[in-house]
């Protein structure tokens, strides 16, 4: 009897050490990290993909400094072109050139359309965003349990995978606060961008609520790099391509 | 046959694409994100509208009096914009121009103009200087801007649609801190106006200054704006919009304008000028549900604008012209009142107070690309009003497809109730290159 009760306690103490010794806030901070550098240039490009296979196409370029300035501008299809969104926080504004001035806009939205919102394109670091709840292990994965800082924050809940060894996600289901699943996203194709940067080249996405449509980021260029604030400003805005 | 040949060439068409991408990998070809010092690019329009015409409302009278019209009038307009730019390390150059075509009951015209011209240097990444023809496009509201001191005044029915620039001398400077005051930006603007340069803005031989002052304070965009100078009367303005919630934001904004002048007439068409200070303000807001409603609701006060009795003097002087024309044949009366009409009279949204709702839903029954609207436009002293539904789709890359019609509702001597039409549909297909 007594052997048997050390042995579950023994198993139980063997299961919960990691989970207790892991820093799951250091972990999504190193996730955070190793997916960009917190300032950075990119170039993307979005796909999104009709259930009967017809697809529509983005090409973005996109700036990044600190916690939470980003801005991003279009690059492609013509239709597009010049358009650009910046995000300071939980502050958004797209800028169209016809219209000319910069309106609000909100991340739930979509300026492309398909299954990635605004918030998916402007995304800043998780640990921005997100607090940490518990790390699982689970195999060579971590799951790890984030909670929104924020009630302004796009999903409430995330569930990321990540992989031990890489420290990167694998996948990540985005869900409200009733764990009602919004949509999913997969992490594949690892690539070298060079400058230390090794992280997936493509986000796939899918979405109960969009059933049969498929969303696809795929990332040509990452490079670290330090913009003036003034970048990401409603005024700057129409001057992006400048920065090319 | 041959019905059945086009059908199945179209079927071909568009289901083509859905066999191309059957097993493809994604990729992004490094050359897409290639700079090139240089940009061309255009967008084409092809806009049928049939209009039913209202034959007992003022402004049909206005404008077909010698040269009566059915029930229904169809027109063409075709649009061709290009635009291009070169830029070579801080300068640039840009321009933009925009030709319409209509074809109507009465022949047909052009008129190509440049909605842009200018040049650019960005000595430093917050500095920017621009010299020639260009659109500043001030103010937070979506249909009106009454801060918009250097612009032309948008088509509240069509707020979207690009507006030709003036010519001006401008520059932005930024400047980004921590704490509550994110940023701030300053665009000071030379605005002459002289022979063939922004003549029509208002008096000749006046060098204006305007001016904005941006603050991001708080979360919340704030704009100080003001025009001196003497073409029009000295404005101050001010403009805010802010996110309350993470699907709610809120706008508005206030101009305050010195000694205008209103010509309004009589019923006889004694000219009565009035002048004094005058007030004009939009307050709105934008809300998105959960299921991508899109509702956008704001309020217009023109202090510039005409009264119901204004306006009911300007119809019945059009009225008057209109029995001594068929009488006598002279048309003197009715050719003053074109003339007004070109001015204050004939602008969209001429009264006083408006109120404009908006819903629009994107991708209904998981129908992407598509997004129905219906937009509702008051004038909340008269009760008269337009209701403008439309269906768009731009799910064929650089196509986009609009049909939409235009209800207009009201009662005789009313805002609405004037308008040349009873309703009008239109189809849009515009596509970009």
Partial sequence: MIKKLSLTCLLIVSFACPTFALDGTKLL?????????ESYETYRKLINI????????????????GQEK??????????????????????????????????????LQSVVGGVFNNADILNLDYTAEYDVEKVEERGNEYILYLKAKTKTVAYDRLKMWADKEKKLPT?????????????????????DFGGGIVRPAVIETNSPLYKGYKSVMIFAKIKEKIFKDEVFTLTFMPNLESLR | MKRLLLISLLFTFWSTPAFAVAGEEYTLDPTETEKKPYHVGGYIEFKPVLLGLDRDSAFYKLRFFNDPRGQNLLEANGRIQLEGSYEKNIFRIYAKTNTDLKSSYSGESERTTFYELYGS????????????????KWGKGYAWNPVAFVDRPKDPDDPEQALEGYIVATADYIKSFDGPLTTFSFTPVLFPVYDHVNEAFGNNYKLNAAGRFYFLLYDTDIDLLFMTGGSRTDRYGVDFSRNISINF????????????QKNA?????????????????????????TFDLTTIIEYYHNGMGFSGNDMKNYYDYISRGYNTYQTTGNATILNNALQMSEGSYGRANSMTNYLYVRFSQKEPFDIVYFTPALTWMMNTDDQSWSLTPELLYTGITN?????????????????????????????????YF
């Fill in chain 2, 265 to 289: 007439i009589d019923t006889n068409g004694n000219r009565n000028m009035v002048e004094g200070d005058a007030v004009s303000y939009v307050i709105g807001m934008r809300h998105l549900t």
């Fill in chain 2, 249 to 260: 934001e809120v706008h508005g904004e206030l101009a305050y304008v010195r000694n205008f």
């Fill in chain 1, 50 to 65: 009709e259930p009967d296979g017809r697809k529509k196409e983005f090409t973005l370029f996109s700036v990044k400094k």
């Fill in chain 1, 171 to 191: 996948k990540i289901e985005c869900l409200t606060e009733a764990n009602m699943l919004i949509k999913t996203l997969y992490f594949k194709d690892v690539k």
């Fill in chain 2, 399 to 431: 196509w986009e497809f609009r049909i939409r019609t235009g209800i207009i509702v009201g009662a005789r001597n009313s805002d609405f109730g004037e308008k040349q039409n009873d309703y009008r549909i239109e189809l849009r297909v515009g596509y």
């Fill in chain 2, 121 to 136: 240097i960005k000595p430093l990444a917050n500095l920017r200087l621009d010299v020639g023809k260009k659109t500043l």
């Fill in chain 1, 70 to 107: 980003i801005a991003a501008l279009f690059l492609a299809p013509a239709s597009d072109k010049g358009r650009s969104t910046l995000r300071v926080g939980d502050n958004m504004w797209l800028n169209i050139p016809n219209i000319g001035k910069p309106i609000r806009i909100t991340s």
């Fill in chain 1, 29 to 37: 901070e190193q996730v955070d990290r190793n997916l960009n550098p």
